[in-house]
């Protein structure tokens, strides 16, 4: 009952939050919105239909009404009214618009953990820290903290006049100036002696100074003075010097040219990484002394481990990093005896590129283990820590059951459980999905060719693999264990592949030979044999790149073993590359398909006549006339003169006759009248290719020439045809008292070895 009580009040709960949010709004809250020309948190509160609201950076004003997931409101700032327009997403926390005075714009909705603290001005230190720290954060895509960041400023006379879309623009254009030194915030004092405070912020390698003014106002409160546009511009001028004809864009830190751009890029790539930023973060790490084939995994959480490190050791600044691409000595940001965290260039070129040391990855986890007690510091690097699925576990497992971080060769407790849990579900789980794939495979294919049974244990190796492997790099197994056992696992894998995919070439080309078999078109049956053939070389080399992938050889060893090997290859089988290259004249040129009669001699073929059974990738079945199965090299049939004499063509045959005894005139007219008589009622004579005469008188008695074409389908109804024209004319030879003597074959176009009449 208690049990009972209890989910009807969540319900109750469920339903008065969600009736709550519903009156308020899906417009209601916070949005972190983005600009054509800039970015701020856009704060609106929805009350039915009707929405109103505020740019917090700009001070605009918005009011409208939303339709749906349409809102339309009028923009107002300065006196100036603009209209603009939001679209919302389906999951209603993101939208994209337009704005007729700023141009497109797009937001995603701010939780409320997220939003930045107040900031403290109490001291000068606090407000650099603040103005620094801020317009860092902002830079990253935080768009909020740029009204953080303009707390902490106060401008100049000359800026107070300009509008508020241009003292912005001013106060980012000074903080890029201040990002060209490197200074640390320690040097700024926390005890002024006056109410005005200059501090020189030193530019490496030139020396070039930018004084820094912070001022007290009257309220008590510390700022960072903006200087104005003349004196900006003389400073950028000094500052830039260095760069001579390069200098640096709003996009030059993605080539990590220095440690700053390094940590910069991480940074960035960390708070944006479920965008595009995933990719930037990792381009920072050195990978190199990870197997290939777990490179994004493991960087993934070493990238993690890193942020979290960071963010708990406290961070002394972006600008505390050296910017001096000059100076390769590697830059130290952390020190224990697990492990440092540095960041070093990747060679002795001028041009390497910095990135965080191949040794802080590996002790990446290791630092991570040892600080995951400690509180977040007070100064942390810039950006946010984004949310994994290794360490989303992690959490819970520390507020649930903390015992389970306790190590078990090298694991943590509740990896090794999990890990053996998974494996025990997965093998059940996906020997069930590979049946029931395998039955269906087999039904769809049953009319065409029917699936080989080893085909079921690939289809339930490659459920495995494409189940664990991904689920223990998210679980942060280490890669000191996946290393071993991915390149097994990835090999049976592309095994696996390799004979789906074999099957699935099968089918392909038992389609299409159906296909091929159904038109009149010569050499469609060859093509498919060559085409399927061809599949078939493609899937067991794709299976072997795929394993040497797993097992990390270099590309360009592969391609030499596969070179060397392929000339290895070429010299012990070149009658074998000779016959694919055969089949390959034979498809261009289509002498014949299956079903045709050909006739061909010379070269290494000698004679040979029949029908053609089969097309094969290294060889062509042709069945002789007196029925044995001749199995003739491609490359033998692409080198002769091939005559086609077609399928259901009708067969020429010519013979001749020569009467002995009794060739009297009458005796022979009428054997003539009944031999041509009984051609004309036989169905496999064509009568009006039939011809029957007196072709000459010899010595030995007079000749008759019989000329005609067979309708016949096989060697055997031409036999049959022939045989019983033999026996009629013996029949009319004997009734008309004549005797024959020696035949004559004059031969047929169909086979020089077929029995003459």
Same mark, same amino acid.
């Given at each position: ?67 749906? +997931? ?52 109490e001291t000068p230190r606090d407000a650099a820290v603040a103005f620094v720290f801020s317009a860092s954060q902002a830079r990253?895509?935080? /768009? ?113 040219? /220095? ?60 600008? +505390?990093?050296? /910017? ?126 029917p699936p080989p049974p080893i085909m079921l244990h690939a289809l339930w190796m490659l459920g495995f693999f494409a189940v ?60 498919? /044999? ?97 029925? +044995? ?129």
């Open positions: 009952m208690r049990s009972l009580t209890s989910i009807i009040l969540a319900v109750l709960v469920f339903l008065s939050v969600s009736s709550a949010r519903a009156d308020d709004g899906p417009w209601s809250g916070d949005w972190d919105t983005t600009w054509s020309d800039g970015g701020a948190i856009l704060r609106l509160e929805q009350q039915g239909d009707a929405v109103k609201g505020e740019v917090e950076l700009f001070g605009a004003r918005l009011e409208g009404k939303a339709d749906g +997931s349409i809102l339309t409101c009028a923009r107002s700032l300065g006196g100036r009214s603009a209209t603009l327009i939001l679209m919302l997403d389906a999951d209603g926390r993101s939208f994209i618009g337009r704005d007729d005075d700023l141009g497109w714009c797009s937001g995603s909705k701010v939780d409320p953990s997220d939003t930045a603290p107040p900031v403290g001005l990253c895509g935080l /768009n909020a903290w740029w009204a953080r960041a303009m707390e902490a400023a106060e401008l100049s006379p000359e800026l107070t006049a300009l509008g508020r879309a241009e003292q912005l623009r001013q106060v980012f254009a000074y903080f890029d100036l201040i990002d060209l030194t490197t200074f640390r915030v320690l040097e700024i004092t926390k005890q002024p002696s006056a109410d005005e405070v200059v501090v020189p912020l030193r530019q490496l390698r030139t020396g070039v100074e930018l004084p820094l003014t912070l001022r007290k106002s009257s309220k008590g409160a510390w700022h960072v003075v903006i200087p104005n546009q003349q004196e900006q511009l003389a400073l950028s001028r000094s500052l830039r010097a260095v760069y001579g004809s390069d200098p640096p864009t709003a996009q030059s830190y993605r080539r990590l040219g /220095n440690p700053r751009d390094t940590m910069r890029a991480f940074a960035e790539g960390m708070t944006r990484w479920r965008g595009r930023g995933r990719s930037l973060a990792l381009s920072t790490l050195d990978l190199t002394n990870l197997p290939d084939e777990l490179r994004e995994s493991d960087g993934e959480l070493a990238a993690g481990y890193l942020c979290r490190i960071l963010h708990r050791v406290g961070f002394a600044g972006l600008q +505390s990093i050296s /910017n001096d691409a000059s100076n390769r000595d590697p830059v130290v940001l952390f020190d224990h005896p697990f492990g440092s965290i540095v960041i070093a260039p990747t060679g002795p070129e001028p041009s390497a590129p910095w990135k965080f040391t191949r040794d802080t990855v590996q002790s990446a986890e290791e630092l991570y283990l040892a600080t995951v007690g400690l509180p977040e510091g007070t100064t942390v690097p810039p950006g946010t820590i984004p949310t994994t699925a290794y360490f989303q576990i992690r959490d819970l497992v520390t507020e649930r059951a903390s015992w389970l971080h306790r190590r078990l060769f090298g694991l943590e407790a509740w990896q090794a459980l999990g890990s053996l849990l998974l494996v025990a579900i997965a093998l059940p789980l996906t020997r069930l999905v590979a049946v029931g794939a395998f039955r269906l495979t087999a039904l769809s294919s049953r009319a065409i060719t664990v492997v991904p689920v223990s790099e998210r679980v942060g197994i280490p890669h000191r264990y996946l290393s071993s056992i991915v390149p097994v696992l990835g090999t049976l894998a592309c095994a696996a592949l390799a004979v789906i995919a074999w099957h699935a070439a099968t089918m392909l080309c038992a389609l299409l030979m159906r296909l091929a078999q159904r038109t009149t078109m010569r050499g469609d049956d060859l093509a498919v /044999n060559l085409l399927l053939g061809c599949l078939r070389i493609a899937v067991v080399v794709g299976a072997f790149v795929g394993a040497a992938y797993y097992w990390s050889l270099p590309a360009t060893h592969v391609l030499a073993g596969l070179g060397i090997g392929g000339i290895s290859v070429a010299f012990a089988s070149q009658q074998t590359i000779a016959q694919f290259f055969g089949a390959g004249v034979l498809v261009g040129d289509r002498p014949f398909g299956v079903g045709d009669w050909i006739q061909c001699s010379g070269g290494a073929v000698g004679t040979l006549s029949g029908v053609v059974e089969g097309v094969g990738f290294r060889s062509t079945r042709v069945r002789s006339a007196d029925g +044995s199965l001749l199995s003739v090299p491609n490359s033998a049939l692409a080198a002769v003169t091939i005559v086609n004499l077609g399928r259901l063509r009708p067969r020429p045959a010519s013979l001749q006759l020569t009467v002995t005894q009794g060739a009297t005139l009458e005796g022979v007219e009428s054997f003539i009248v009944k031999v041509r008589a009984r051609m004309m009622t036989n169905p496999s004579f064509i009568a009006d290719r039939t011809a029957i005469g007196v072709a000459g008188i010899a010595k030995d008695g007079i000749q008759v020439q019989c000329s005609t074409s067979l309708s016949v389908k096989s060697d055997q109804e031409e036999a049959a045809a022939r045989h019983q024209f033999l026996v009629d004319v013996l029949s009319i030879a004997q009734e008309e008292g004549l005797g024959l003597g020696p035949q004559i074959d004059q031969g047929t176009s169909g086979s020089a070895s077929r029995p003459a009449v």
